[in-house]
């Protein structure tokens, strides 16, 4: 079983968010061994380059060593839902362990960017951080449904 780590920085805070990700994680233990890692916002005031950095450098921090690193930011490659369940074919054939990055809201920095393997958009338009999460998690139960044969996707 493939086993994938989320790495973000800060929590949930709304009851509705939580609930919708403890119930992908529920629907995604039948498919990967799902780790998220919740790392702590930086308090820094109005010093946005400090936050970045340090967010950024527990970040790395985090990475486990032999992952295949895969940024989220809205600079990077756009995938269908056909072509991310592929993308995750081929890295569960490798015997990959994914590793999943979203940055805080000021975002990452490029140290962060140079270890990923892959930048990956969610889309062009700007979402919560609280919220890429969400929408990464479903869109992994989708690709395993995909891969499986499933009807999710239809």
Do not use: N
């Not at 079983?1 to 403890?22: D, N, P, Q, R």
């Not at 809205?74 to 990959?96: A, P, V, Y």
């Not at 940055?103 to 919220?131: C, E």
């Amino acid at each position: 079983m493939i086993s994938i780590t989320l790495i973000t920085v800060g929590t949930l805070k709304e009851s509705w968010l939580k609930e919708s990700v403890a119930e992908f994680k529920k629907r995604l233990s039948l498919s990967c061994k799902l780790t998220i890692t919740e790392l702590e916002e930086v308090k820094a005031g109005d010093d946005v380059e400090k936050i970045r950095t340090q967010e950024s450098q527990k970040i790395i921090k985090a990475i486990p060593k032999d992952a295949y690193v895969i940024v989220l930011d809205e600079t990077g490659k756009s995938l269908s839902s056909q072509g991310f369940s592929e993308f995750i074919g081929t890295r569960i054939d490798e015997g990959k362990h994914l590793v999943y990055i979203i940055g805080g809201s000021y975002g990452l920095t490029g140290d962060v960017l140079l270890r990923a393997h892959m930048t990956l958009s969610m889309s062009k338009m700007t979402f919560t951080h609280q919220m890429v999460r969400l929408f990464l998690l479903e869109q992994l139960y989708r690709a395993f449904q995909i891969l499986g044969g499933g009807k999710y996707h239809k």
